[in-house]
């Protein structure tokens, strides 16, 4: 069997269906590089959870949740809703956030003027890819935040921790960050944690498409293509963050010990709760 063919039958994550949480999906089924493959069921990844009817409520019922991992903001959190989580669920936040990294306040500024010129400015020319590309390389090497994805990792490695879902706002940085650094632990192959990441853009198509129709209809963006590479899973944002750790670490094993602080006995147990038997 060649590469590639080993690749193609990775499976894709599976959907979890959800009406109102269209990026909601299955980290398991993923194979690793000594062929284990992460538990169904276990880790889940999703974009907010605030807007679930009711027959995308009792799916996340029967899903038998004991923790869901917010990442947003607070500021985030107000904005866009609550998650509405079945009884008993514990909810834990960890948000990855700073006044000084938050890209949206200076696109609402910059939206709120409506002038084309500063819009251009900011994201223009590569503007918005630098910007994305920035904060996937602070997802490492700021120390604090480091320690926010240190801490769901530890979470997964807790026997009575899971099934636990992790989400953010639209599912895509953050969290994607955060899929991409726990199957990169487990062992799952680089090219197939990529394949996972950008998942996000087939599952999110139709609401980036929505978004992006509402920008052109209500005119505050002269330029709405501006727009879409802050919408969008890109592989050079995944570059960015890998790239990070690559600058500051010699491999990922020594990132997860002395960049993340899990000893060799945490990692041991995040694989042993997540993967099959060899």
């Given amino acids: 069997m060649t590469s590639q063919q080993a690749l193609d039958d990775q499976p894709i994550g599976r959907s979890l269906a959800l009406r109102g949480a269209a990026n909601a999906r299955d980290l398991g089924g993923y194979r690793t590089s000594d062929g284990r493959t992460v538990r169904s069921g276990l880790v889940l990844r999703s974009e907010a959870l605030g807007r679930l009817d009711e027959g995308d409520r009792a799916a996340v019922a029967a899903l038998g949740l004991r923790r869901v991992i917010d990442l947003r903001g607070l500021d985030e959190v107000a904005l866009h809703g609550a998650d509405l989580l079945p009884d008993g669920v514990e909810l834990r936040r960890l948000p990855v956030y700073a006044a000084d990294r938050d890209i949206y306040v200076a696109l609402r500024e910059a939206l709120a003027g409506r002038d084309a010129a500063a819009q251009a400015a900011l994201l223009g020319n590569g503007g918005a890819t630098r910007l994305m590309t920035g904060m996937y390389a602070w997802f490492v090497t700021d120390e604090a935040i480091r320690g926010h994805f240190a801490e769901v990792l530890r979470s997964l490695a807790e026997p009575d921790g899971v099934p636990l879902l992790i989400h953010c706002t639209a599912g895509k ?103 099959t038997a060899a």
Avoid: K
Avoid at 198 to 214: F, V, Y
Avoid at 262 to 268: A, I, Q
């Fill in 173 to 275: 940085d953050r969290t994607g960050w955060a899929a991409a650094l726990l199957l990169s632990a487990l062992g799952v192959p680089r090219d197939v944690v990529y394949r996972d990441y950008l998942l996000t853009n087939e599952r999110s198509a139709a609401t980036t498409a929505a978004i992006m129709q509402a920008f052109a209809a209500g005119g505050a963006v002269a330029d709405p293509a501006l727009m879409l590479p802050l919408l969008r899973a890109e592989a050079g944002y995944l570059d960015a963050a890998f790239t990070a750790v690559e600058s500051g670490w010699p491999d990922l094993e020594t990132f997860l010990e002395d960049g993340l602080g899990l000893d060799g006995d945490t990692r041991g147990r995040l694989r042993d709760n997540l993967l």
